[in-house]
């Protein structure tokens, strides 16, 4: 078997940084790019004792007019990219990686992009490659546990998921950008069985879990809206929620979404700088834990009413992690077994079991727990 190359694009950022931790332990060629090669070269130096793998820095701008060329001297057998944010982004990267031959695994949780990546199915299966976008906690994660525990429904109507973040857990500009960019804004969602608008940030909810306190959350627009129906036609309920630990900074930022819906402000992504910078004033107050859930109410195979809860806890501010491992699985995945070509979200491509054990080594427990039965 040839030795693995991966180009990992977005490297010293906030999730490639624990991609490249996780698979510097592996015995294959890692190229870290980005387009500050200090900056690759300083990841390098931390991460190079951590195993078998040989570490490359690299200077790649995504942007460059020249990136197929680019991407094709670094020969890469998979690419992982991890620079976003991907609600505006196009489908570039996905493009170089088809042309260059290599298969490609990004962390996008913008919603069109996600949903939009199977327009590359015919080309990718063409060249003989895989393509998946959302390779992240949604709906890479969300959709694995899903998966998981559908089988003890003989039908599953709802699924709702929330995540929550420790405030003291480093936080990255592009996720900034991705978050702000649907705050106060309509985006369609199925509820309790209808198509319909609602609105990021708003409809509040208060969810309490036992490892980490009282979280409030609020709506938000991600991919598994559109991902989770598709893949669950019995489905009359999707939703999904996030929350900020700090509640002066949850309901400040519900507080601007009504002057964003009222169109009293145009919209807040051209602010992320200046946001990011006032909520990182605070980041030495609240808690280091972050949490997942995600609610599956239906029937089961009895009749009877059934509600499930898995929770995921991250500790001592192990969260990023979390998205983080799905590329890391599938990575590791493919290296024994080629994956079959096409394009599409990070649906059915791993088990929940594999997804845990990759994070054995980190202070991340999860749990399931029966809410309603009969």
Not at 180 to 204: E, I, N
Not at 230 to 257: I, K, Q, T
Not at 319 to 340: E, F, M, N, Q, Y
Request: proline fraction near 5%.
């Amino acid at each position: 078997m040839s030795r693995e190359r991966i180009l990992l694009i977005g490297a010293y950022g906030q999730f490639g940084s624990r991609i490249a931790e996780a698979l510097a332990r592996d015995d294959v060629d890692l190229l870290l790019a980005g387009r500050d090669l200090a900056r690759a070269q300083a990841l390098a130096d931390r991460v190079g004792a951590a195993g078998g793998a040989r570490l490359i820095p690299t200077r790649l701008d995504v942007e460059s007019p020249h990136l197929v060329d680019d991407i094709a001297a670094l020969a890469p057998t998979l690419l992982i990219h991890t620079a976003g944010p991907f609600q505006r982004r196009d489908y570039r990267v996905a493009d170089a990686a088809i042309a260059v031959g290599a298969h490609y695994i990004d962390l996008a949780d913008g919603r069109e992009f996600v949903t939009g990546i199977d327009r590359l199915d015919a080309q990718a299966r063409a060249r003989g490659v895989r393509l998946v976008s959302g390779a992240s906690s949604v709906p890479g994660l969300s959709a694995a546990v899903v998966a998981a525990h559908a089988p003890r429904f003989a039908r599953l109507e709802s699924v709702e998921s929330a995540i929550s973040p420790g405030n003291r857990t480093e936080r990255g500009l592009a996720t900034t950008r991705a978050i702000l960019g649907y705050v106060g804004r309509p985006f369609p969602a199925l509820v309790d069985g209808q198509r319909r608008a609602v609105h990021g940030w708003q409809s509040l909810r208060r969810l309490r879990f036992d490892d980490a306190g009282t979280r409030w959350l609020a709506r938000c627009d991600v991919p598994d809206l559109d991902v989770l129906p598709h893949r669950y036609p019995d489905l009359r309920h999707c939703d999904f929620r996030a929350g900020l630990e700090l509640r002066r900074m949850h309901f400040g930022l519900w507080l601007v979404s009504w002057a964003v819906r009222a169109r009293i402000v145009r919209g807040l992504e051209r602010h992320a700088t200046a946001l990011l910078k006032l909520s990182n004033r605070w980041i030495d107050a609240g808690s280091d834990t972050g949490v997942m859930a995600v609610d599956l109410v239906g029937t089961s195979p009895d009749g009877k009413p059934l509600r499930l809860r898995w929770t995921i806890v991250a500790r001592d501010g192990s969260g990023p992690h979390i998205p983080a491992t799905a590329a890391v699985v599938l990575a590791r995945c493919w290296r024994h077994a080629s994956p079959p070509p096409g394009a599409g979200a990070c649906v059915d491509l791993f088990d929940l079991h594999e997804f845990m054990a990759a994070l054995d080594h980190l202070p991340i427990a999860a749990s399931t727990q029966v809410l309603v039965n009969g």
